[in-house]
């Protein structure tokens, strides 16, 4: 990426609305006018000290004064209407940008990285990406005031004078520079080791009941202890390049300080351009340490933000969302070719094939981590394959629009998530069409969804994270009637009841089976007994198909399955 390109990413999200962009930058012409109309202000009132100019004076302090109030005054509007409401724009743009991104992401990718980090990641990027947004601008333009009012000053006081200024000026940046990107290694290290350390609380506080229950309070803070340490120890490394960079604006701002000192000796100065002059130096010297600081912070966060970046954008994206043709379903029929599918450090499928009829029941069934979950994901169209394709009569999902596929797909995952929001607006959430009353009682009462109605609020009880929890079961249910009302043509259960107790179980079961007889159901069940009545059972073993049948046939065979079977029965 060139240097242009990156600056372009960069200020990207500002430049969507052009308008906020002038009203960040009006707001610092503002900031810097104060400062150099103040210096104008002292210099007039010390000239008219310097002559004695009595009768003007009280005229010129008040207006000195009232200068200021209005200042002041004004600073609250200014800062409320450039500040802070472009800030919460830019906000918005990144989150509403980076969320949309997010769900464009190859799923596979998402999976691997995990859920703690990407929060993580995504939360600092965003704050820090608007933070060095508003900085920058700000810095900006204050440094380009400053150095053009320099050059007007400077420039009474004759060329050499602005070539001195500027000969000082590339001086001081040099060795920032250099300085700074000496001291931005450790810093690096430092925030490498700092998303360690979120990760860490993560893990902390989504694991509470386990390490309470294990007694591991000690262990897991000795481990963030020592990310804070090593932090800290990168901190103290940076920390001796950054004294030495904020030094030198200030020895050569003592060198000049001194210049103007022994110059007076030489040419006589009045007194108010010397006040001017020293006030002028300051300013200067404050705008450059600020510049300073905003480079060097700028160079340490950035790479927070380029975390982000490359999580999101340089990242592989879930292809065929929109593109290709439409999906047209027909049967239901599924067919797997030659299948690879691995997680980073997990081979799953290897040259996997499986043709599943349509319009009929498939169980999967097998030990944990045998691959069942991965199978209907990949069939679900929520992974891709590494090689080989999944086709759905006779359409491979490379090459239709995933939407069209997905509108199709009924898939409840192992462990269903609610939203915040009313149980209706849940219910209703992946509905193809209006839901009338009538359909929505029948989801109810099939689903055994009955506890709905306990509540106070009924459908319209507020659930989620900050209101009604419900319980694994609970939300089990809920996902079951969100199906039947969804109704759709391939049903993708990944143990739809193992929340429940055989009594929900069965009738869950029974309406399952009475809905959707004549479609293409796909069903992973621990419990052998929910899969008797399937016509097709398939029993996988780290991912390939060991044994395949229907029940009789698997009893007959007296083979895996039957073995299942059997532990499981005596209980
Ligand atoms: P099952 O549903 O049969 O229990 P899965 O399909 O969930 O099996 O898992 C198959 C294999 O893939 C397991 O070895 C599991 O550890 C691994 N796996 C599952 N999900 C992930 C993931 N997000 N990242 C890495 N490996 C995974
Ligand atoms: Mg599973």
Redesign the pocket.
Known sequence: MTAFQAIKRFFEPIFREPGYFYRMVGVNIFFASYSILSVLFIREITHILEVKNLEVLPKYIVLYGVFNIVFFISTYFVRQWGWAESAHHLLKMIHRDYMKRFDGLDNTYT??IGTGKIISIAAKGSEVWMGLIIDSISSITRLVIAIAWAIIILSNAGWMAVGIFFALFIIVHIGVHFLNSRSSEWRKKRVDTMNEYDRQIVKMIMSKFEILQNNRIGREIEVLDRHTDEAKIYNLRANDYHVAMFSLPSFVFFIITISILIATLHIPLSFASLVSMFMITAVLKETMVDSIDFFKNFTKQIYTVQKMWLLFDDAPKLTGLHEWEAFLFKKGEIEIRNLSFD????H?FRDFSLSITGGQKTALV?L????????VKLIAGYLHPATGEVVVDGQSLNEVKLRDYYSHIGYLTQDPSVFDGTILENLTYGARSEVSETELRKAIELAQCEFIYEFQDGLGTEIGEKWVRLSGGQRQRLAIAKIFIKNPEIIILDEPTSALDSFSEEKINIAFHNLFSWRTVIV?AHRLQTVKEADDIIV?EHGTIVERGNHSELVERNGIYAKMLELQSGF
């Open positions: 999976e691997n997680y980073r450090w997990n799953v097998g944990s981590g045998s691959g069942k979950s991965t199978l992973i996988l």
